[in-house]
């Protein structure tokens, strides 16, 4: 007998009440739909409490477990399982559990999960556990059952008129489905950090808008190469809806001609804020995201921090600043950035950089350099020069149309 193969999406139901669950529920979904385009998908369905992924008849194995590995890094996805509907009956139940066991050699160790979340059907779990366990131990007489420590667990789960039997089960990144929390501007530069603060915003539900300054026409564009990339990363899970590039040495140099070295960074990082600033309010946005990191260079000092802080009026949001640098690398790998950005490109970063840039910089001071500067005009300026650069992001509605 053959079984449709399915994969079963588990997401955390903790904090979803009322409206705010359908809500969820289907923002998850037309996520989902939009992100598996690729994969022999007939529909997606909603079933008590979890997404249900109807897989084409004939799907083989491979392209089930691809399905699946693209699920997993979904935001809003608690848990992945990837198996077969069958009836409910005792033995296609059996012959499912028999074809899912065996997809998951190489095993020695296995025990049954049942769930039966209707009681119309009417053996209960514990009987499902020992019947099934009873099939599974005729069929494999050369593993053995384990309670504890089980190389394979077999799932079975009575919902709704039908069962889903599976033997692949995993968690996934969980958090929120990306558009259900509104949208955010990042500034997005090549290196490590901001790549993962953005992403677990997105985690949380924000779509995300990057924008990155480029060192250019003082520098190469060798920096927008590499966020481009980044950029592909974070678009595989519909994560970044766009990147505005903007041409910001220029800028830098003038500023670099006339302000006290030691307050360099500092102007360029409030001209940075208020250009992303101004791009927010385009997007209508509703808060900017860093990669900083409290005490990691110069500029994140506390002192520093406000007097960046206080060139915007948006919410400046950074979710990295409590984390270590190695927790940060960690994230970066398991994102699959961390390599892009361990590449060196020159950027706004690396330009006209002081010897000595303040730690400790007074917002009278810096308000007192940048009086020499055009600003307000700089600001529309480089908004307006910026490049933006589309990627998929099924949640993403352009301002215009909001
Ligand atoms: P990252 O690894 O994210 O570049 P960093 O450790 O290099 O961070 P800084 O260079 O001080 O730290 O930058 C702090 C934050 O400022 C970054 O995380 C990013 O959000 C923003 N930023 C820095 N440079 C750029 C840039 N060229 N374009 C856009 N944002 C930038
Ligand atoms: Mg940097």
């Known amino acids: 007998m053959e079984f449709q193969r399915i994969i079963l999406v588990h997401y955390h139901e903790i904090g979803l009440k009322g409206r705010n669950r359908s809500v969820f529920e289907k923002r998850l979904q037309k996520n989902l739909e939009a992100l598996l385009c690729a994969f022999p998908i007939v529909t997606i369905h909603r079933i008590s409490g979890r997404l249900l992924v109807f897989l084409r008849e004939g799907t083989a194995l491979e392209v089930a477990n691809a399905c699946t590995d693209a699920i997993l890094g979904v935001p809003g996805v608690a848990r992945v399982s990837c198996g077969f509907k069958c009836e409910q009956d005792m033995e296609p139940m059996g012959q499912a559990a028999c074809i899912a066991l065996a997809e998951a050699e190489p095993f020695e160790s296995f025990k049954v999960s049942a769930r039966r979340n209707h009681t119309t059907f009417p053996i209960d779990s514990m009987q499902l556990n020992r019947d099934i366990g009873a099939v599974l131990c005729e069929a494999f007489p050369a593993k053995r059952v384990q309670m504890k420590g089980q190389d394979v667990t ?39 950090d901001s790549p993962v603060a953005l992403w677990r915003m997105a985690r949380r539900g924000a779509v995300c808008v990057g924008v990155h300054f480029s060192g250019r026409p003082q520098t190469s564009d060798a920096s927008e190469f590499l966020v481009d990339d980044i950029a ?13 590039v903007v041409p910001f040495g220029d800028y830098q140099r003038e500023i670099s001609i006339a302000c006290p070295p030691g307050l360099r960074v500092i102007l360029y990082r409030r001209l940075m804020f208020r250009v992303a600033e101004e791009i927010a309010r385009r997007e209508r946005a509703g808060a900017l995201v860093t990669g900083e990191s409290l005490g990691q260079v110069a500029s994140q000092t506390l002192d520093n921090i406000r007097a960046t802080d206080a060139s915007v009026e948006m919410p400046v949001l950074r979710p990295l600043i409590g984390s270590d640098k190695l927790e940060i690398i960690d994230a970066a790998q398991q994102l699959g950035t961390f390599e ?62 909001r």
């Open 154 to 192: 077999v799932g079975v789960e009575v919902v709704e008129g039908s069962t889903y039997v599976y033997a692949r089960s995993e968690r996934g990144i969980g958090g929120l489905p990306v558009g259900s929390s509104g949208t955010v501007v990042g500034l997005l530069s090549s290196g490590i």
């Open 232 to 244: 592909r990363v974070l678009e595989r899970t519909g994560c970044i809806a766009r990147v505005y």
């Open 340 to 401: 892009i950005s361990s590449q060196d490109a020159p950027d706004c970063c690396t330009l006209f950089m002081p010897r000595n840039p303040e730690t400790h910089a007074k917002l009278a001071d810096v308000e007192a350099a940048e009086a020499a500067f055009p600003w307000r005009e700089w600001v529309c300026e480089l908004a307006d020069a910026a490049e933006p650069h589309d990627y998929a992001c099924p949640a993403y509605r352009p301002a215009r149309q």
